[in-house]
C-alpha cells in the first residue's frame, strides 16, 4: 500500500505560479510511475502531467505543456509540479497518483493509489 499526501495547492493571481508536493509513504516508492490529475467543478477528471518512475519521460496535457513542469525526487520520495503561468481555466483539485509500475501512463483507470488532492484556485 502507498499513501500519497499532496500540499502547495492555494489562491494565486492569473499569470501567478505554485509549486504543488505530492509525499509518498508505505511501501517503497522505486519503481512507481507517478502522474498530476485535476478536477474541476461538473468536470472530469484530467490527466496533468505524468513522469516514469525513473524520470527520464515525461508526458503532458496539451493545456499546460509550456507551463507546467514534472519532476521526481525518489531519494525524497516526492514529485512535484511546477505551474507557472497560470491561467483562471487551471482552477481546480489537483491530485497526486501512482502506477504499480514504472513506465508512464495518462489514464485515471492506469493508476492505483491516489492522494486526497489539493485545491488551486487561480483569480483572474
Known amino acids: 500500500q502507498v499513501q500519497l499526501v499532496e500540499s502547495g495547492g492555494g489562491l494565486v493571481q492569473a499569470g501567478g505560479s505554485l509549486r504543488l508536493s505530492c509525499a509518498a509513504s508505505?511501501?517503497?516508492?522505486?519503481?512507481?510511475?507517478m502522474g498530476w490529475f485535476r478536477q474541476a467543478p461538473g468536470k472530469e477528471r484530467e490527466f496533468v502531467a505524468g513522469i516514469s518512475w525513473g524520470g527520464v519521460s515525461t508526458d503532458y496535457a496539451d493545456s499546460v505543456k509550456g507551463r507546467f513542469t514534472i519532476s521526481r525526487d525518489n531519494a525524497k520520495n516526492t514529485v512535484y509540479l511546477q505551474m507557472n503561468s497560470l491561467h483562471p481555466e487551471d482552477t481546480a483539485v489537483y491530485y497526486c497518483?501512482?502506477?504499480?509500475?514504472?513506465?508512464?501512463?495518462?489514464?485515471?483507470?492506469?493508476?492505483?493509489?491516489w492522494g486526497q488532492g489539493t485545491q488551486v484556485t487561480v483569480s483572474s
Open positions: 497518483a501512482a502506477r504499480n509500475s514504472p513506465a508512464l501512463r495518462t489514464r485515471t483507470h492506469d493508476f492505483v493509489y
Open positions: 508505505g511501501r517503497t516508492f522505486g519503481g512507481y510511475a
